[in-house]
């Protein structure tokens, strides 16, 4: 159980085109999702904060027009970035919890993205 | 104070022996700790997770030691193997927040065979 998927896997995108990627939580209800920034060989860096039917929290430092994020539902959030650029290029992970009081956060296998 | 150190930044262990990952951290309210394992081009899979109310929890090979006095906490691997491989996360988390969790700065294993 606590299986969450990420799509695309990996995706390459010329500069100044937009890069949707979902994350969904394939078995079970995610009232809270949070998305991850990780360069190579770095920690996770934790970009936004989203509560299902609320506008996400943004990190200080990440612009949010940048990186629009969508929780419509208790299992699907989405992260859109917008008019991508070169140092956009990144792994992009995103994570799901259950609810509160649930504090294990389960894990999206990544998305690859390159920005050419 | 809402930092996680860890440490060794690269661990490099035979196999069968025990590889030793520590923690530490600076805010008293952090009650939850777990760790992540993540293999290259994948994301972070939890290991084990601790709370502050017990010293010690242990799941088959992997152990997470716990000092409330100290802040520190630690992974403890042991009869290490080859697929131990990977980079361990240390994080901390508090009750009542919006659950986000702070992670360490990670640590790369080779187990050597």
């Known amino acids: 159980g606590a299986v969450v998927s990420q799509h695309p896997s990996w995706v390459i995108c010329k500069s100044g085109t937009s890069v949707k990627i979902e994350c969904r939580s394939l078995?079970?209800?995610?009232?809270?999702m949070f998305w991850y920034r990780q360069f190579p060989k770095q920690s996770l860096m934790l970009m936004a904060t989203?509560?299902?039917?609320?506008?996400?929290?943004?990190e200080q430092g990440v612009e949010k027009d940048k990186f629009l994020i969508n929780h419509a539902s208790l299992t699907l959030s989405t992260l859109t970035v917008t008019s991508a650029h070169p140092e956009d290029s990144s792994f992009y992970i995103c994570s799901a919890r259950g609810f509160p009081g649930q504090e294990t956060q389960y894990f999206g296998p990544g998305t690859r993205l390159l920005v050419l | 104070q809402q930092q996680v150190k860890q440490s060794p930044q690269s661990l490099i262990v035979q196999k069968g022996g025990i590889s030793i990952i520590n923690c530490a951290y600076e805010n008293t309210a952090f009650d939850y700790f777990p760790w992540y394992q993540q293999f290259p081009g994948k994301g972070p899979a939890l290991l084990i997770a601790i709370r502050p109310d017990v010293s010690e929890k242990k799941e088959g090979r992997f152990t997470i030691s716990f000092n409330k006095s100290a802040k520190q906490f630690s992974l403890h691997i042991m009869d290490s193997q080859p697929g131990d491989s990977a980079t361990y996360f240390c994080a901390a988390s508090k009750a009542g927040n919006t659950g986000k969790l702070i992670f360490g700065q990670g640590t790369t294993l080779q187990v050597k065979p």
């Open positions: 078995d079970f209800q995610a009232t809270t």
């Open positions: 989203s509560n299902e039917g609320s506008k996400a929290t943004y």
